[in-house]
């Protein structure tokens, strides 16, 4: 018997590892100090969780430890790298270029530097939902300070080309930030290979706490930031705040495991994925996969039932977890501007759902879950091609 609710929102949040709880244990009890206390023992011991946290976290992307800067979250490292570059060096290069199917931070981000007197290019996408690296290198000029684009979108899952805009990036000495919080920990990022100058990172999409998260600065001048936060100068002076030794030690210890268990986990999800996706179109072949059909995280199902409702299609199957967009758009009424901005009519984007699996995914519940949306489409009249 299959135990209900099935969580099947992924992108939206993780459920913690309980190997990362046991890591973090002993930093919520007994080795409480403040990791900045240097003259004692508990401000030792703190201090030790920093810095392991720092090498796994590192290690994760073939980073330095030293390049990495812990913070409340990927928001806070989005605005961290949009507002910290463009404040350093937006005078001689007022330019920003970022996409339009960025997380909402970025884009805020992004609002608030063209507010500043910073202009702002937001690339489009095309139907499939990636950039095109052509449109990229054209908008780039002598002006451009910084490029911000994300990884795996968080919406549709669709895998934009990293490697080749960090080559034009760093070929145009262009600044290249990516958003990683949906791919960090689930495909290879390698800073160096990949010429990513800036990468957020989420402790929640990895089977890590909430309310911690870093970001990758390359060591060098180029990459200098203005601190966005004022106050006792933590974190080599780019993050002030005194941080939070157990949520860090998760972190790293969440790294960790997805580093090692990173290809036996993309294996076993494409395995799901594909019966699950199988069962579904096998009934429904009227069904919309949005974004890209094979550049896309495996983990990621965002599909458009046409005909339907999505909001009353989730009424309908509240045995199964799963959502009609982004988590971070939760009170935004409307349909999705990530679907919109891949040419999706309003009354196709307002059918769609996004389907996301993880580690603590079984085959019973997807089997369980692929019955439960057959049947609820069935009962509301089924799809209209």
């Known amino acids: 018997m299959v135990k209900t ?8 949040t993780t459920p913690m590892d309980v190997r990362v709880l046991d890591v973090m244990m002993p930093y919520l009890t007994g080795k409480f100090g403040n990791p900045h206390s240097s003259t004692h023992r508990f401000g030792w011991e703190a201090e030790a969780a920093l810095d392991i946290a720092r090498e796994q976290v590192a290690n994760c992307i073939e980073a330095k430890p030293e390049e990495i800067i812990f ?20 005078e001689k290069k007022p330019h920003l270029i970022t996409v339009c199917t960025e997380h909402k931070c970025v ?9 500043h007197g910073y202009r702002v290019t937001y690339l489009p996408v095309g139907a499939d939902g990636l950039i095109d690296l052509k449109r990229l290198k054209a908008e780039i000029t002598d002006q451009t300070a910084l490029v911000s684009i994300m990884a795996v979108n968080n919406e549709i899952g669709v895998i934009q080309p990293v490697k080749e805009i960090g080559a034009l990036c760093r070929g145009a000495g262009v600044l290249f930030h990516t958003d990683a919080a949906q791919a960090f920990g689930k495909i290879p990022l390698h800073v160096d290979d990949m010429n990513i100058d800036l990468m957020s990172i989420s402790g929640h999409k990895i089977y890590g706490p909430k309310g911690v998260g870093a970001l990758y600065k390359r060591s060098g001048r180029h990459t200098a930031l203005s601190p966005q936060m004022s106050g006792g100068g933590q974190e080599a002076g780019w993050r002030s705040g005194t941080q939070a030794p157990a949520l860090v030690a998760g972190l790293g210890a969440a790294a960790s495991l997805c580093q090692d268990e990173m290809a036996q986990e993309h294996s076993r999800l494409d395995r799901l994925m594909a019966a699950f996706k199988s069962r579904l179109f096998e009934a429904m072949p009227e069904l919309v996969v949005n974004g890209h059909p094979e550049q896309r995280w495996v983990g990621n199902l965002n599909v458009s039932f046409p005909g339907l409702d ?13 959502s ?34 993880g580690r603590m995914t079984t085959d019973e519940e997807l089997d369980y879950a ?4 057959v049947d609820a489409v069935a009962t509301m009249g089924g799809l209209k091609p």
């Open 5 to 12: 609710p099935i969580y099947l929102d992924y992108q939206a």
């Open 71 to 90: 913070t409340s979250g990927a928001t806070e490292s989005n605005n961290m790298a949009l507002k910290g570059v463009m404040d350093v060096w937006g």
């Open 107 to 115: 884009l805020e981000a992004a609002a608030d530097c063209e507010r």
């Open 310 to 322: 999505g909001d009353l299609l989730l009424a309908n199957i509240r045995d199964i977890a799963v």
């Open 324 to 357: 009609s967009g982004a988590a971070c758009a939760s009170a935004v009424s409307g349909p999705s501007y990530v679907l919109q901005s891949i040419g999706r009519s309003e009354a196709v984007a307002k059918s769609s759902i996004r389907i996301g699996i």
């Open 370 to 373: 692929a019955t439960v949306l």
